[in-house]
């Protein structure tokens, strides 16, 4: 009889070993998984927030190029102008 508890006893020990010690990693798996992919997600809105302002930064210069152009074509069209009234003037 008291083997028989015993032999219980042991199968239950056993079966907790071999169900508990897996699921214990399991759980230590999950853990640091979600742990990981907390930080992917702040890495993620980090860079989505760098990338954003880099698009700002980017269209604020190139607007600022565009203008610049735009201000030394008609500066050169105006050079352009008085050239051709020189050149008329002189022959005519």
Do not use: C
């Not at 239950?12 to 759980?27: D, E, H, K, T, W």
């Not at 930080?39 to 700002?56: I, Y």
Request: net charge negative; glycine share 4%; charged share 25%.
């Amino acid at each position: 009889m008291e083997w028989t508890a015993f032999e219980t006893l042991a199968a239950i020990a056993a079966l907790f070993l071999s169900i508990g010690v897996p699921v214990i990693r399991l759980n230590s798996s999950i853990t640091k998984l979600t742990v990981m992919l907390e930080r992917v997600e702040q890495d993620v809105a980090a860079n989505r927030t760098a990338l954003e302002q880099q698009r700002a930064a980017a269209r604020a210069s190139h607007e600022k190029l565009w203008r610049h152009n735009e201000e030394q074509d008609a500066q050169l069209q105006n050079h352009e102008t008085r050239l051709r009234v020189l050149e008329t003037g002189k022959d005519g």
